[in-house]
């Protein structure tokens, strides 16, 4: 049989012949495998009055243990190139998707990077056939994270699968981030997600995943409009079913799990307020407060006497834009955010009208102009 000349073989080809058979032979299942993932769909290039679509962000293996819960990835060029040609471009995706170990590879070896710091090596070469198995790097980053078999139990419940409404790459993060922190105790959190980029579908995932694993068993959501509580009952959180209720007429019906509310549906005047106290101070678990800069974070609202009264409960606080001022703090009532998304990024070495570049948000029906 003729021998193969690497030198000779595609990007493909080489990841087919040599890098797929390798992650295999690690114990990853096909499952656990995505090759050529699409992370983005190619910026919007503005000139004049003209418009193109640069080139997509794509990685070529993103290993998950689980489903959304991503661990490596791996970056393959041709053999005309060195081993870790492809690491700078691991790197940047895995900063990107939040993954904790990236490679690279020209088939005949493996660059693996440690982002987490529990190899003893930041960077090693190792040959194909010493490629890390899922349940190893799974284990080293718990042992990163600071997760025990308990908190571990936790963070890889299962999300809601949907194959209508895929999450991005941006949300899952927030979501693993958000369970991540309650499994260790963190009991006030705030995320910070850009307008139309999905807050409804990452509370729900959050939710869902907690609920299901029974760490959180009855959960408050409030929303400052009434058509926002309406549209997420029957949109995002219509999978909640029978266990599921909107606060409404005055009445504080107790038998259920998830409570939808308008926030002004159970503060505001004396009689009002006793809506709320109908509930015991302990009868949440987990509060969820959409577009928190509303109101919440003023020591006199509204927002602020349910959360108080509800004190006890894991309180997570969504905003597209936090509020601080000298009198209003989102982040002095919920704390640092744990994860951020904005699409407007100001970089004043750049600001240029060349630079400007436009995003669309599927399903959401904007587009955001923001400088590279």
């Not at 000139?47 to 243990?65: E, F, H, M, Q, V």
């Not at 090596?121 to 990163?144: A, T």
């Amino acid at each position: 049989m003729e021998e193969v000349n690497k030198k000779e073989l595609s990007e493909r080809d080489i990841c087919s012949k040599f890098i797929t058979p390798a992650i295999k032979r690690a114990n990853w299942e096909e499952k656990q495998i995505r090759e050529e993932v699409n992370l983005t769909r190619g910026r919007i290039i503005v000139k004049g009055s003209s418009a193109s679509r640069g080139k997509p962000k794509r990685a070529d293996y993103i290993l998950s243990y689980k489903p959304n819960l991503p661990l490596a990835v791996v970056e393959a060029k041709r053999n005309i190139y060195t081993v870790g040609e492809g690491m700078q471009q691991a790197l940047m995706y895995a900063e990107m998707l939040d993954i904790p170990f990236a490679f690279s590879s020209n088939g005949d070896a493996f660059l693996l990077h440690d982002r987490t710091g529990t190899l003893g090596k930041v960077e090693e070469e190792i040959s194909l056939d010493k490629f890390p198995s899922p349940e190893f790097l799974w284990r080293k980053y718990c042992e990163w994270k600071g997760l025990d078999e308990d908190r571990q139990r936790i963070v890889t419940q299962d999300y809601f699968s949907d194959r209508q409404k895929s999450l991005r790459y941006y949300q899952r993060i927030a979501i693993n981030r958000t369970i991540e922190a309650i499994a260790k105790g963190q009991d006030r959190i705030l995320l910070v997600m850009a307008t139309g980029t999905g807050k409804t579908l990452t509370a729900f995932q959050i939710i869902w995943r907690l609920w299901k694993a029974g760490v959180k068993k009855r959960i408050l959501f409030l929303a400052d409009r009434n058509i926002l509580v309406d549209q997420t009952k029957i949109n995002d959180f219509k999978h909640f079913g029978k266990a599921m209720t909107k606060i409404k007429n005055r009445e504080a019906e107790k038998s259920y799990e998830i409570y939808l509310s308008l926030y002004q549906a159970v503060s505001g005047t004396e009689e009002e307020k006793n809506i709320y106290k109908q509930f015991s101070p302990d009868f949440f678990d987990l509060v969820i407060v959409d577009e928190c800069h509303r109101g919440s974070a003023a020591e006199d609202s509204a927002w602020r006497e349910i959360l108080e009264y509800f004190s006890s409960a894991t309180q997570i606080g969504l905003t597209a834009t936090p509020k601080e001022t000298k009198d209003v703090s989102n982040i002095h009532y919920f704390g640092e955010p744990i994860y951020t998304y904005s699409l407007i990024s100001i970089k004043k070495s750049t600001e240029s009208l060349s630079s400007a570049f436009i995003e669309l948000q599927p399903h959401s029906g904007c587009a955001f102009l923001y400088w590279v």
